[in-house]
């Protein structure tokens, strides 16, 4: 039995999605990572206008460590380890800009 005797309309659904070219989908990606970056810009302004600057960008160092948790999943640990000396790393960057940040 074919699919299309069992649910013609579901294939008719899926049909566009099927028959789509990889560079339209590349494209979709592309222009939906613009929207997002342009939406993240205008939210970290937004916040500089809300309170003060210190606090927003010792919330922005926050993306280090969660970078270093994140990664290991979603790529996988074969490809990404992040090992001590990553970690101490990390933590020298956050510990030197939040140094700068409230004792400048």
């Known amino acids: 039995m074919s699919r299309t005797r069992n649910n013609p309309v579901a294939d008719d659904l899926l049909r566009p999605l099927l028959h789509t070219g990889v560079w339209f989908y590349a494209a979709v990606f592309a222009l ?8 993240a810009t205008w939210a970290y302004w937004m916040a500089f206008g809300l309170t003060s600057v210190a606090l927003v960008l010792a919330l922005s160092l926050l ?3 969660v970078v270093n948790l994140i990664a290991p999943i979603v790529v996988g640990r074969d490809l990404e380890q992040v090992t ?7 933590g020298l960057i956050v510990g030197g800009s939040l140094s700068l940040i409230f004792f400048h």
């Open 84 to 90: 001590a000396q990553v970690w101490l790393g990390s």
């Open 32 to 39: 939906g990572s613009i929207v997002l970056t342009g939406l």
């Open 63 to 65: 993306s280090v460590p």
